[in-house]
């Protein structure tokens, strides 16, 4: 597969999401009776693109609103978009998501976990532990958040595959080969530290990892981020032919529109901790309707 070759139609959508959010909001900071009115930080749209103040700081008592009530749904195979200025929410979002942060308020909802009938953000801890062993996987820029350095590729798969009750210790090595194998990871470094790894060969292992269960949703932040344009070119590749082979469905946050325009189906916009637009990718690029999502579209050209 080329990465230069425009993408190949969107995802078959189905009626029902896979995952539900509703106002998601995360606040850094205690928060006060005047920012607890998440209107009163919502600024002038068209007027604050350009401003130095940011909207999400609350004047009276300084806590910073990382996500400001932000709603999505994802349906069955399709890769999402995230995009937007740094400071714009997109890690808190995803962190939030993955239960890296606790959230201070909103519902998420999973199709494969009761029946999406549960609001996630308040499952017991033990709860939201299997979700993230079972139902979903995290790749992040930074691969020593997403990989123990001091295991080896193989031990790193292996202690995903414990966590969701994989004991048999030939399954598991058979398991490790066939995901480095599929990651282009050559199996005889795969009782290596993915320290002694280049950065491209450390997003592939953590990559391995994350899908180590089979995972109906991979979660990738800023995954490509800081790679050679060649070595990226590769990671690129790898996830649209694993999301095409595998169905799995992906949220994709990118500062970058041009790792958005290769991947993502849809794309959502965030400015400030909130949604600004959402549309299809192509539409979003060719035609922005926000001001906000044209001066980035723009920006890229
Ligand atoms: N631990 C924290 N404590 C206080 N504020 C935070 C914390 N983490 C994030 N923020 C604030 O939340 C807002 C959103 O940050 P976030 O890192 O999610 O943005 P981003 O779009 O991912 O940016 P980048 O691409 O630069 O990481 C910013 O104003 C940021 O300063």
């Not at 609350?58 to 999505?72: D, E, K, N, T, W």
């Not at 193989?154 to 995903?160: F, L, P, R, T, V």
Request: with cysteine.
């Amino acid at each position: 597969m080329n990465v230069n070759e425009p993408k190949q139609g969107n995802a078959l959508l189905s009626e029902t999401p896979l995952l539900q959010v509703d106002n998601l909001v995360k606040r850094f900071g205690k928060g006060c009776s005047y920012c607890q009115q998440i209107e009163n930080l919502q600024g002038d749209e068209e007027s604050d693109i350009e401003s130095a103040r940011p909207q999400n700081q609350c004047p009276v008592c300084g806590s910073v609103l990382g996500c400001a009530g932000i709603s999505f749904e994802l349906y069955p195979g399709e890769i999402l978009g995230v995009v937007g200025e740094s400071g714009s929410g997109k890690s808190t979002m995803v962190r939030s998501l993955y239960f890296d942060d606790e959230v201070t308020s909103g519902s998420m909802t999973l199709a494969g976990y009761r029946d999406g009938q549960v609001n996630l953000f308040e499952a017991s801890s033990q709860q939201k532990r299997y979700i993230r062993n079972h139902l979903m996987g995290m790749v992040y820029q930074n691969p020593y958040l997403g990989l123990r350095m001091n295991f080896s590729s193989s031990g790193n798969i292996a202690e995903k595959l414990f966590a969701a009750g994989s004991f048999h210790v030939g399954s598991i090595r058979d398991r490790a080969k066939e995901l480095l194998e599929r990651v282009e990871i050559p199996l005889k470094r795969m009782d290596e530290r993915p320290s002694n790894f280049s950065g491209g060969m450390q997003q592939r292992v953590q990559i391995s990892k994350a899908l180590a269960n089979n995972p109906p949703l991979l979660l990738l932040d800023e995954v490509t981020t800081g790679l050679d344009l060649s070595v990226q070119a590769k990671v690129l590749d790898l996830i649209r032919s694993i999301q095409q082979e595998l169905g799995v469905s992906m949220i994709v946050v990118s500062h970058d529109l041009g790792v958005i325009r290769m991947l993502s189906d849809r794309t959502m916009v965030l400015k400030q901790g909130r949604v600004v637009e959402t549309g299809l990718t192509d539409q979003i690029l060719e035609d922005p309707q926000h001001p906000y999502t044209q001066l980035l579209v723009h920006s890229l050209l």
